[in-house]
């Protein structure tokens, strides 16, 4: 699940920073490939994938897989981790679900599959620097970085416009791509957008310890448990199931290093770029949203160039998760009616 930026509490001794990774990455690269464990999931997952009990979950985690994108900033490709459709269609537009902050794609375990049976062809993909791809080179993943590296995947793999899904900081990652590759998106989805915040411009002034300290509780259980509750309208009955799942990737060895390089380098700051997306846009947002006030809803839909606004009752900050059903349809008639009136256009012309 995406957590907001919070603020960092103050720095408390770690272990040294080195020994931890390199042991780390030593134990990754002994088990890491491209096979599957005896229980069906990728062998690059963490074994903690093992307890977890959400059917939904472990269905999409058993899908996922690296594919290799080269880069101008890697010297060699980054097996960067996603799920792939199960077939490729040439009839309608691809579906490309991103995650929120400090997410992975397992953010989408229910609604993915509401989407691939309504018979779209849809894709999660990590963004650079969260989820599960092999960053043991650690390469940058400043906003830049997570620019390019999609890119690459949309040029690589997709190689037509698609639709770009961006849930929470999602969203920032989503403007910031189709204002600077206009020709990769054909249409934008925003859920419970963080778009309007500056970045967290103050670590990049401070120490690194003490950032690598902030990241460190980051990952913790007990932060992870209020992000979750605030997250969702009411407690859901799965709660510590969810919070397993949404901490998984933070498990990777490179996970730390790759959050505070993005933070350090200040993160995203789009507010300037949202009049620039000339894009059909459907703005998504949870009514009782706890983290990112459903008030700014309203202005992103005002400061859109072409934009819809609907909101999910009694849902908070991940609609996609907590009301999938409902996510999936508002996505279905977002498209349908584009579909549709791009019909009509064609007919007008015609007579």
Known sequence: MPLPLLALPPPLATPSRARLRVAASTAASASDGAGATASGFPSFLPRAVERIRDGAAIRLA?????????????????????????????????????????SSCLEWRYTYPLLEEAGLEAWAVDILGWGF???????????????????????????????????????????????????AVSKLIFIGASVYSEGPK????????VSYAGVFILKSLPLRFLATRLAFNKTPTEFFGWVQ??????????????TVDFMIRGGYNVIKQIKQVKHKCLVMWGEDDGIISSKLSYRLHQELPDA?????????HIPHVEKPREAAKLVLEFLERDKAEQADLASSVLT
Request: one cysteine or more.
């Open 62 to 102: 058993k899908r996922i897989e690296r594919v290799p994108v080269q880069t101008g900033f890697s010297g060699n490709p980054i097996l960067s981790s996603c799920v792939r459709p199960l077939k490729q269609q040439q009839d309608a537009d691809p579906i490309v679900l991103l995650h929120g902050f400090d």
């Open 133 to 183: 791809s092999d960053l043991a080179t650690r390469p940058p993943c400043d906003v830049a970085s997570k620019r390019e590296h999609l890119y690459q995947f949309w040029k690589s793999y997709i190689k037509r416009p698609m639709v770009l899904v961006g849930p929470s900081l999602g969203a920032a990652v989503a403007i910031d791509f189709s204002t600077n590759y206009p020709e």
């Open 202 to 209: 103050d670590m990049a002034r401070m120490p690194k310890f």
């Open 245 to 258: 799942i949404g901490r998984l990737h933070c498990l990777l060895p490179w996970w730390e290093d790759a």
């Open 308 to 316: 819809i606004l609907r909101q999910v009752r009694q849902c908070g």
